[in-house]
């Protein structure tokens, strides 16, 4: 039985499937791509072919115009094998985003994955991550620190909701990316009882019709741009980390700025954005949940695509499991406007 690693390679381009000719979530544009979610960091324009599920197949489509999301798009459901030259892969469930899949590969006898971004959270917005035993797991490490654990998301909506009620005569404008943070907020205040119209941002607009395309239901969402000010008064409105520290919240009523991020974990990065209200709601696993996972999947050698790989590895390592760093470059900034909500 050949090791992943004879067959499975990180190169320069992104992680390359020799066997099957293909690379998952590729850095640059290549012939044939398989793609885990679309975040801008690993759906990446001007690929040949593509392979994706239909959501995040949609969501290519609308970030990047038909024609660069793929000359040739392959939808495949959850489970669905799909032979690839030598190599039978499959989707699963990665539970970050709508759409958002794990990657299966089978060589000879030898199984990997790649998870692509996850985390272990019930989210109302996709399908719960689904652990795959396998010889090589291949995982994000964002938040692989033991500082990073996040309190629950409930928790954090309902310090939200308390803010609204005892500021009644402003407006909380909450920091959040386009893709994923901003339906999941929607759905958990949905869930939390707020049934008032939620105010979007222009830049939020377009993802949030694919959501409901897609059968996400979000309730009453109303722009936010055009609305009066006065209307906005003890109303939450959802902007992209860049804008809310900008004029377009000041020109709201005595803005409430929040940011949902599993940064704001981190009190310096909330003072230093303005953020007066940081609710750490992330849509990546924190340090238990990445150890929990490495345990659920039993693979006795885990690679670490990006993030902080030294703690994870150092902490596998413990547990027997052998860790290798792929330092693969381009992974990490979620969004256009990431760089702003860091
Ligand atoms: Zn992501
Ligand atoms: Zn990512």
Redesign the pocket.
Known sequence: MPHPSTWLKPIADGLYCEPGDFFVDPLRAVERAVITHG?S??ARPGHGAVLATRETLAIMRARMGEGMAGRAQQAASFGERVQIGDVTMWLEPAGHVLGSAQVVMEYRGSRAVVS??YKRRSDPTCAPFVPVPCDVFVT?A?FALPVFRHPPADAEIARLLASVALFPERTHVIGCYSLGKTQRLIALLRAAGWTAPIWLHGALVGMCDVYAAMGVALGDLRPATVAAKASLVGQIVLAPPGAIADRWARRLAEPVVCMASGWMRVRQRARQGGVELPLVISDHADWDELNATLDDVGAPEVWVT?GREEALIHEAAKRGITGRALRLLG??D?DDDAAAAA
């Open positions: 975040h960091d690993h692509g971004d994000e964002t990006h992974y990490g979620e």
